[in-house]
């Protein structure tokens, strides 16, 4: 016989969004169990950066940046074309700031602010320049007391040695540790707590980014006593007439029946792993990779459309691009490396097969990968290289090869990292035309030596400007490219996640084919069609909705609100 529990509202998946709709609805003083098909809680949110976009937050407005939602709004008509959706843009700017607000209020999670971090588009009406961003304090793993063993650990291609790093003056200080007294410090006292927390407890207590995200979410929902149940995956809903009233959970010791008398939230993360669904929405999906945890295989989406959900085909791009580098370990494990902060330094630039440039390598990443996908030819493999010199490799690293004084032989090695005397060589290794490279290079040193990039503008804008180097000058953005030997790192079409979800309504109730709510049944995070329409505006665009929109189905499920 099978397990029967009662609640009034059932969350599927343990991210941002799933954590955000159990403790809002617990708060509100419903019964709430949440459900995680994997061993441990976190999703991809514990992977990521943990930056939250929430126009208009009272993080912001403490730290003197204030403004009304018409700017937000203006910013997302310009940039969303015609993906815009007033409701969902309107729900989202309202909740947002109230849910930032919320959390501060009444849970573990406290925020820093980016008050310095503009929007990508600065030139689009209504953009920011700084103060729309938010990201959890860094919190101390051991206050989760046991409870720590359930937190997803972080990558070890993102990390150091299992230590998470946040954007900021940690990052600075890890990047001119070789060149700075006080950075020195700051990273010898960083490390020497890691090894510590290595050595007693097995893994680091030094949260941060998503890791610090997903911590304060869950000491949150254990505090207001949601029931966390991991290793239980959803076999299928259940429902009365049209109602969604609970699911059939497959767990260690068999089948569980969960009734859910005001709702399910699915929030399982998408659809990133999940191939066939991928070969049909995806451009180019036969050299794709994700950033995306194992389990994000699109279980939200089938159990949505197995009760009349609707996925949402007609976004601007079906994944919250990102680009990556395949990456061999020695021990022979496949991983993947995301190009988030080296695109932007000076000295560096990206690469088609002909050696030519295709974009300005500091906007956004979403931006890298779309211009790389329109600008291979259809038969040609979607790759390019990341280009840069010796001098740039030792300050700055490329992709998963560290800066001085870490080896790089390594990956050498392995084949990650391609090298050459000269520019021709390089090219020749990595099977680059060499006359294009050597063509391409001796234009942007022209331009580098006067602090411009006549091609494509990089650091003219406050966004890219953020992304390079500030003690490089006249424009943080570019350096010539001209101490060999020369380096190069193979990069692919990648992703964060997926946008084409769920089709919802501003109360994150999942739709049918009418456009009307299914009774009780919700999604959030990357289960839902994102509010961006499938455009990238800003960092922090997927976890501030996913936060956001688990905020709204917790609040309306517990509430009827």
């Not at 992709?399 to 000269?422: D, E, F, N, Q």
Request: include cysteine; charged fraction near 20%; charge should be neutral.
């Amino acid at each position: 016989m099978s397990e029967v529990v009662m609640c009034d509202v059932l969350v599927v998946g343990s991210g941002a969004a799933g954590l955000a709709a159990a403790v809002t609805a617990a708060h509100r003083g419903a019964r709430v169990v949440l459900v995680e098909k994997a061993e441990v809680v976190g999703g991809t949110t514990a992977w990521s950066g943990g930056w939250i976009w929430a126009p208009c937050n009272p993080v912001a407005r403490r730290h003197g940046i204030t403004e009304d939602r018409d700017a937000p709004r203006r910013y997302l008509e310009a940039v969303l074309g015609n993906t815009f959706n007033a409701e969902l843009v309107d729900a989202f700017l309202q909740a947002a700031p109230e849910m930032v607000g919320f959390f501060e209020a009444h849970t573990a999670l406290s925020f820093d602010c980016g008050a310095k971090i503009p929007d990508t588009y600065s030139h689009q009406p209504g953009a920011g320049m700084g103060g729309r961003s938010v990201i959890a304090q860094p919190y101390d793993g051991r206050a989760l007391g046991d409870a720590v063993r359930l937190l997803r650990k972080p990558l070890p291609e993102t990390s150091f040695w299992g230590m998470t790093i946040q954007a900021g003056p940690d990052l600075r200080a890890f990047m001119t540790a070789t060149r700075s007294v006080g950075s020195a410090l700051h990273v010898a006292r960083r490390l020497g707590v890691h090894l510590f927390d290595l050595a007693r407890h097995g893994r680091g207590m030094q949260l941060r980014n998503g890791q610090a995200l997903v911590g304060r979410l869950l000491r949150s929902a254990l505090d207001v006593g949601v029931e966390v149940r991991v290793g239980h995956a959803v076999e299928r809903l259940t429902r009365e007439g049209d109602a969604v009233t609970g699911a059939v959970l497959r767990g260690p010791e068999g089948e569980v029946t969960v009734q859910a008398a005001r709702g399910v939230v699915l929030a399982t993360g998408g659809y990133p792993q999940d191939m066939d669904r991928r070969l049909e929405t995806f451009p180019r999906p036969e050299t794709h990779a994700t950033l995306a945890v194992p389990e994000a295989t699109g279980d939200g989406l089938r159990l949505g459309e197995s009760v009349g959900g609707q996925q949402a085909r007609d976004l601007a791009a079906p994944g919250a691009w990102c680009p990556v580098s395949r990456v061999t370990w020695p021990d022979g494990r496949q991983a993947v490396f995301p190009h988030i902060i080296d695109r932007g330094k000076p000295g560096v630039i990206g690469v088609l097969a002909n050696g030519r440039r295709f974009c300005n390598e500091g906007l956004g990443y979403h931006d890298y990968v779309r211009e790389m996908l329109e600008a291979v030819p259809d038969g040609e493999p979607p790759v390019s290289w990341m280009v840069c010199d010796h001098r740039f490799l030792r300050r700055y690293g490329l992709g998963i090869v560290r800066p001085a004084p870490v080896p790089i032989k390594p990956w050498i090695r392995s084949g990650y990292l391609k090298t050459g005397k000269t520019p021709e060589a390089l090219a020749t290794a990595c099977g680059i035309d060499p006359e294009g490279l050597r063509a391409t290079l001796t234009r942007f040193n022209a331009d580098a030596a006067r602090g411009e990039d006549t091609a494509f503008g990089r650091g003219s804008t406050p966004y890219t400007r953020l992304q390079g180097d500030p003690d490089v000058g006249p424009n943080p953005c570019v350096a010539p490219i001209d101490k060999g030997p020369f380096y190069a790192v193979q990069v692919v079409p990648g992703s964060f996640g997926t946008f084409a979800g769920l089709r919802t309504d501003g109360a994150a109730r999942v739709l049918d084919a009418g456009g009307d709510p299914v009774p009780g049944l919700y999604a959030a995070g990357t289960d839902m069609a994102s509010v961006m329409g499938g455009q990238y505006p800003a960092g922090g665009i997927n976890l501030g909705p996913a936060l956001t929109f688990g905020f709204i189905a917790g609040r309306h499920a517990a509430g009827g609100e």
